[in-house]
């Protein structure tokens, strides 16, 4: 269980561990600017019992959740992986700018190739300009139904929030469960063709909760103090499931989202997509209540599949003053208020949640949004179908398997990493330049699909010079079924500048873009039938992932990539790879 952090036990912890590693004139050094925080990842088999079954599943050091990283705005970090299992695996520092670090991203086949049994790895990169929650998490194959953990960025020493300094800080990670192997239901899937099987249950840092069989002792339990504010770092490391979190009786102010300030306002709900994090306040009321409070999380789910439509519950508890503990009520069970949560498919909730989220803008954080645009593109996203190979009966539509795509291009994962590739001249074989920039064949996007729904296979890439700025439409199709897309840039914030509903129309609709004070996020849900518009501006050289945060669309291929060329000065071009780098 991860437990609630006090300002003053982590500082005294935070002070021990560096006296143990760093001498007396290293202090001095750190007080003035950022220091190196070293890390060992032992990735090991462990068995867990969770819903009356006992399994074995991939973690780093024995932990489910994984160990928390805790560092400054500014820090080195460098993380020792060192892989003790069966499975190739490779880590991502989901959210982390990776300024010049582009070999330390982690996607597998695109910025590395895997870490084999036996051999280690060393993720050597810097936190530039970054504050607040993001969170770690395998990133190849299904590995991060278990192998994640949370990423807290603290400001730079002596600055301070830019809301009331809170009393705890606590982090409340989502997941799935399945009872099943997550490595066996994928590889299944893929090879008949069909939707795989849903998980189990949903967790709270590991925990599902009272709501599922025999689960009432793994519940994540928060105990508050009467009129004092703490923090909660939500995130959402759930494989293929969007989440509505509420707690029951209580109001959260959400202060920040994808590690970046937000304009607080208060909600009974949060909507956080697989790949989101987000920060909230919550004001614990002044006097002790005579009962417990759910915090509960069930799926937004708007697609056409079955899908785990359970909730994972954890509880809300206030602490009682001394004198009322050693009262006759000691014993007493008291009820739980049970949370209010939206329908499954709320996606007029989603939509107004959303648009709420937007950037401080001030002169301290401002929102440097691209004004003059050099390149447009147009995605089209979503569901698709793939032959069936000869001699094989095949579970998707009209004996066909499932598939998606991005502009009709369902990626196909390379055998040599895409940056080492582009880094060495070597693309030949490896990818091709061609990435369609629009859908090649227009059509009513949210209206009745054309006849011919299969998508075309390809390593395809975009290549940009240093330091273009981009505005990028994704539109959601209804081949199959729509559904909501959360789509994940890797290397870039991106801000968030329109969405809606429908087809998106060039003409009418930018003009309703905000370009004041739009969200700035990793990232973003595509609605459900409706369109987005994102704007970045390429700083970083490399090989950036781009791809959906369901795992299973990202399996069937909904990801893409964006080659970023060096610019011209010393400090715009990608360093040569470590020289641990794993081979293929």
């Known amino acids: 269980m991860v437990s609630a952090l006090t300002s003053s036990a982590f500082f005294k912890a935070l002070f021990l561990a560096l006296c143990a590693v760093w001498l007396p004139s290293d202090l001095a050094f750190a007080k003035h600017a950022g220091i190196t925080r070293h890390y060992k990842f032992n990735i090991k088999m462990q068995t867990v019992t969770r819903l009356c079954q006992t399994k074995s599943i991939v973690t780093v050091n024995g932990q489910f959740p994984g160990p928390r990283i805790i560092a400054r705005e500014g820090d080195r970090l460098l993380i020792k992986v060192v892989n003790h299992v069966q499975y190739n695996v490779t880590l991502h520092w989901h959210g982390i700018r990776q300024l010049r670090s582009g070999w330390a991203d982690g996607p597998a086949y695109i910025t590395q190739c895997p870490i084999q049994t036996g051999q280690s790895y060393v993720y050597k990169f810097t936190i530039t300009g970054q504050r607040g929650t993001l969170f770690w998490h395998a990133h190849i194959s299904w590995l991060r139904a278990t192998l994640y953990g949370p990423i807290v960025i603290l400001p730079k020493r002596h600055e301070s929030y830019p809301f009331p300094q809170p009393f705890k800080e606590v982090p409340i990670i989502f997941g799935d469960w399945w009872k099943a192997d997550t490595e066996t239901i994928i590889s299944q899937a893929l090879q008949t063709g069909g939707a795989p099987n849903i998980s189990d249950a949903y967790t709270i840092n590991g925990l599902p909760g009272p709501s599922y069989n025999c689960s009432v002792k793994d519940t994540f339990k928060l105990k508050v103090k009467p009129g004092k504010t703490y923090l909660l770092r939500l995130i959402n490391a759930a494989l293929n499931n969007e989440l509505f979190f509420s707690i029951a009786n209580h109001s959260l102010t959400v202060v920040e989202a994808d590690a970046v300030y937000v304009k607080p306002f208060k909600t009974q709900i949060v909507l956080i997509t697989p790949g989101q994090t987000t920060n909230v306040l919550l004001r614990a009321k002044s006097k002790v209540p005579s009962t417990t409070f759910a915090m509960s999380a069930r799926p937004y789910a708007t697609g056409p599949a079955a899908f785990d439509n359970t909730t994972t519950t954890g509880i809300l508890e206030y602490e009682k003053s001394t004198s009322a503990s050693n009262s006759t009520n000691k014993n007493k069970k008291l009820p739980l208020l049970q949370a209010a949560l939206p329908k499954f498919n709320d996606s007029g909730f989603a939509m107004k949640f959303n648009k709420k989220i937007r950037s401080l803008a001030n002169a301290k954080f401002p929102a440097n949004v691209p004004k003059k645009i050099d390149r447009r593109f147009f995605f089209a996203v979503g569901l698709g179908t793939l032959p069936c190979p000869q001699n094989q009966t ?35 074989g490896v990818f091709t330049t061609d990435f369609p920039a629009n859908p090649l064949i227009k059509f009513n996007y949210t209206g009745t699909p054309p006849r011919n729904i299969m998508v075309k296979n390809g390593a395809k890439v975009v290549v940009l010079p240093f330091n273009t700025s981009v505005e990028l439409v994704m539109q959601d199709t209804s081949i199959i079924g729509a559904e909501s897309h959360p789509l994940h840039l890797h290397g870039f914030n991106f801000f968030v500048v329109g969405r809606g509903i429908g087809n998106f129309n060039p003409n009418k609709d930018p003009a309703k873009f905000n370009l004041v004070d739009p969200a700035e996020r990793n990232t973003v849900g595509v609605p459900s039938g409706g369109w987005v518009a994102i704007r970045f501006l390429v700083d970083n050289p490399g090989v950036w992932f781009m791809h959906c945060h369901l795992e299973v669309h990202t399996s069937w291929g909904l990801k893409m990539a964006w080659v970023v060329n060096d610019g011209k000065g010393r400090k715009q071009k990608l360093p040569p790879p470590p020289s641990d780098l794993p081979k293929c």
């Not at 398997?401 to 991005?406: E, M, Q």
């Not at 390379?414 to 582009?422: E, G, T, V």
């Open 394 to 428: 095949c579970q998707g539509p009209n004996n066909t398997k499932l598939a998606a795509s991005v502009n009709n291009v369902s990626f196909v994962q390379p055998n040599i990493a895409l940056l080492q590739a582009h880094f060495f001249n070597q693309a030949k």
